[in-house]
Nanobody, 122 residues
Framework: QVQLVESGGGLVQPGGSLRLSCAAS????????IGWFRQAPGKEREGVSY????????YYADSVKGRFTISRDNAKNTVYLQMNSLKPEDTAIYYC???????????????WGQGTQVTVSS
C-alpha cells in the first residue's frame, strides 16, 4: 500500500526555518519524482518544488527559490524540504506527492500525503 506521510510542520517566526519530511512506504523512492505542494486558506494548491529520481534534477517555484531546498535520502525512503527565511506568505498546508515523471503539474501526481501545517507568524 502506497503511503506518504509528512511531518515537521509547526509555528515559526518570520525569518525562521523548518524542515519538512515526507516518509514514503509501499514503493521504492528511487523510481519516482516527489513533489511538494502547498495550499493556503482560500487559495488553490500550488507547486513548490520537486525532486526527480531519473537525473537528480530539482525544481523550485519562483516564490521559494533561494530559500527552500529539496533533498532525498533513497536509503531512508524519505524526501525533505528545508525551508529557510520563512515569510508569512509561506503559511499553508504542505503536501508531498509522488509522480512517475518529474513535473510540477498537479494532475501527474496520483498519490498524496495528508499534509502538515506550516504557520509563519510573529
Amino acid at each position: 500500500q502506497v503511503q506518504l506521510v509528512e511531518s515537521g510542520g509547526g509555528l515559526v517566526q518570520p525569518g525562521g526555518s523548518l524542515r519538512l519530511s515526507c516518509a514514503a512506504s509501499g514503493f521504492t523512492l528511487d523510481y519516482y519524482a516527489i513533489g511538494w505542494f502547498r495550499q493556503a486558506p482560500g487559495k488553490e494548491r500550488e507547486g513548490v518544488s520537486y525532486s526527480s529520481s531519473s537525473d537528480g534534477s530539482t525544481y523550485y517555484a519562483d516564490s521559494v527559490k533561494g530559500r527552500f531546498t529539496i533533498s532525498r535520502d533513497n536509503a531512508k525512503n524519505t524526501v525533505y524540504l528545508q525551508m529557510n527565511s520563512l515569510k508569512p506568505e509561506d503559511t499553508a498546508i504542505y503536501y508531498c506527492a509522488r509522480s512517475a515523471i518529474a513535473t510540477m503539474k498537479r494532475d501527474f501526481y496520483a498519490d498524496w500525503g495528508q499534509g502538515t501545517q506550516v504557520t509563519v507568524s510573529s
